[in-house]
């Protein structure tokens, strides 16, 4: 009979590579897994490992049992997701992987439905970058993980792992407003905004992570190889450096919720033809554990207040209705670049009225009405910002 333990020692080295690497991600000392590995060639009764030096490789049968040893592992979740099923209500620790602009715009919603809903439950929140998630989850350091996916950077699902999508959101370039000395002129925009600022400098995420490698290929496909002056990773950082003058940048549109108004001013937010597709991911066989679907469903409630928030109880309007006027399209795109930085959707383009000019209408939550006055006075704009009980 072959060992569960040791099949799952061969499948995180088929996925590290080396035993240092196994030993490291799941506390055992490099000897430990030598002779862990030793004892299942002798269980299976043929060679698995190919030793050259101090470097292992898989032979074929080792290859084919991986395969094997995944459908295990994932049979063995989804029997102790179905156990804990059994117990109740979902209890205990609940370690959950995150990526920055999620953890600032959706975690804090759903961790106030895990509390409100499920009291037993203990979250506990790491940020990482979702290149690192599926290692920490096979090697049970997290249960859950919400990994992003653009266009020019897919990452494919990984072995013994499963992934559920939220939500697919497009990009924006970001560039300063409106005296950006890149930007290009009224009616004068290439087909590609990116090939417009091509020779400026762009702020860039860390090289290695999956922010970096979509700029740099989605740059790479206008044409060109964006010369990087700064490395940032958290978004709000990114608008704020772009509103300073510091560079233009490609930001996901979690990345412009909740940004301070006087950043959202300065900053003009084009539409690209890009998206980023936010994922739940978990071992495989773990769906059905109680602790899992509770955390699906407090995100996919928080992803729902962004895009159709609820009241606010009786003491305040349930939203606020914003109309605003423009008349070229460089207003428009000011106006929607505003608009874009209070709600995780961002406002229609706008319809043209009979006398030439551009309407733009969105719904807010009743808060933020103080903040939309501010940021829509300064337009010069006419507008109208009403409570929907006015």
């Known amino acids: 009979m072959l060992d569960v333990r040791r099949l799952r020692l061969l499948r995180e080295l ?37 030793r050259t030096g101090r470097s292992v490789t898989l032979t ?56 409100r809903d499920h009291p037993a439950l203990e979250p506990h929140v790491a940020e990482l970058d979702p290149a690192h998630a599926a290692d920490r989850l096979r090697a049970g350091d997290l249960d859950a993980a919400l990994l992003h996916r653009y266009d020019f950077a897919p990452e494919p699902t990984a072995p013994g792992i499963q992934t559920s999508t939220l939500f697919t959101e497009p990009l924006y370039l970001a560039t300063r407003t409106p ?28 090289p290695g992570t999956l922010c970096h490698t979509m700029t740099v290929r989605a740059c790479e496909a206008a044409g060109f190889t964006p010369a990087a002056r700064h490395h940032i990773d958290d978004f709000t950082a990114v608008l704020a450096l772009v509103a300073a003058g510091q560079g233009v940048a490609l ?46 469903r407090a995100l996919a409630l928080a992803l729902r207040r962004h895009a159709d928030p609820p009241p606010t109880g009786d003491d305040g309007p349930m939203e606020t209705f914003v109309r605003v006027t423009a008349r070229t399209d460089d207003e428009v795109q000011q106006v929607r670049s505003l608009l874009a930085g209070l709600r995780a959707a961002p406002p229609p383009p706008g319809f043209e009225t009979d006398d030439g000019t551009r309407t733009i209408e969105a719904v807010f939550d009743g808060d933020q009405r103080e903040r939309l006055d501010q940021l829509l006075r300064g337009t010069g704009l006419p507008y109208v910002v009403q409570a929907d009980d006015e």
């Open 14 to 50: 088929a996925h590290r590579g080396t035993i240092a690497a196994v030993a490291d991600a799941l506390a055992f000392t490099p000897s430990a897994v030598s002779q862990q590995l030793s004892a299942l060639e002798r269980e299976a009764g043929v060679p698995l490992l190919e």
């Open 60 to 115: 074929p049968a080792a290859t084919a049992l991986v395969v094997h040893a995944d459908t295990v592992l994932a049979h063995l979740e989804q029997a102790a997701a179905e156990l804990a099923a059994h117990r109740g209500a979902p209890a205990g620790p609940l370690r959950i992987g995150t990526f920055p602009s999620a953890a600032r715009t959706l975690l804090p919603a759903a961790l106030t439905r895990l509390a």
């Open 179 to 206: 005296t950006d000395p890149t930007a290009t002129a009224p009616g004068t925009a290439p087909a590609d905004p990116l090939t417009a600022h091509r020779d400026a400098p762009w702020i860039l995420a860390t």
């Open 251 to 296: 930001v996901p549109r979690l990345g412009i919720a909740d940004t301070p108004p006087h950043t959202v001013a300065a900053v003009r937010l084009t539409e690209l033809p890009l998206t980023r597709e936010t994922r739940l991911a978990h071992r495989a066989g773990a769906a059905p554990h109680p602790a899992i679907r509770a955390l699906a």
